[in-house]
């Protein structure tokens, strides 16, 4: 009787402890806050950028710039999801799995396991360096491209490509 009781006791202990990883959530939440804001002022900084170029400004210029911002806010963003998906995972996987009655806060978040919840991290990781690509392509001056510029692009197909190659051996 007595060590059944010890072990109600450990096992509500370590069941309590889950809810240290609501310090991840909501950290990655803050963070995901920010990333959004930051992507806000951004954007804001494209349009500045376009429109306010004055009467004898050069369009192409300007242009240019506002794409690049509009690529630096959609790189930020991603951030953003990427620390929202991640907080919602752990949140579904660590504290509402485990609630009695859990409500639909996080329908939105369909994640099952650690694995898939990294799987879909990797796979937002490669669209943000692809991103991050994107932008480096267009701050290159015509004329100034030299084969280094490709180790960054093969360097992200390979990590989708080894990403594909392991899902191959799963089978659902």
Avoid: C
């Amino acid at each position: 009787m007595k060590l059944a009781m010890r072990q109600d006791k450990i096992d509500g202990a370590v069941n309590r402890l889950r809810y240290i990883s609501l310090i991840a959530v909501i950290a990655s939440s803050l963070g995901s806050i920010l990333m959004f804001l930051i992507g806000a002022i951004k954007t804001g900084r494209a349009y500045l950028a376009y429109f306010s170029g004055g009467i004898g400004h050069q369009p192409d210029l300007s242009a240019k710039h506002a794409i690049t911002y509009m690529i630096q806010a959609i790189d930020v963003f991603l951030i953003g999801l990427v620390l929202m998906i991640f907080a919602g995972g752990i949140y579904t996987l660590f504290v509402q799995r485990l609630e009695s009655g859990a409500t639909e806060i996080n329908s939105w978040v369909k994640i099952t396991s650690i694995a898939q919840l990294k799987r879909i991290l990797a796979e937002l990781v490669i669209v943000i360096l692809f991103v991050r690509t994107l932008e480096g392509a267009l701050a290159i001056e015509p004329g100034g491209y030299i084969w280094e510029n490709l180790v960054l692009p093969l360097g992200i197909l390979m990590l989708a490509l080894a990403l594909k190659f392991m899902d191959l051996g799963k089978h659902d």
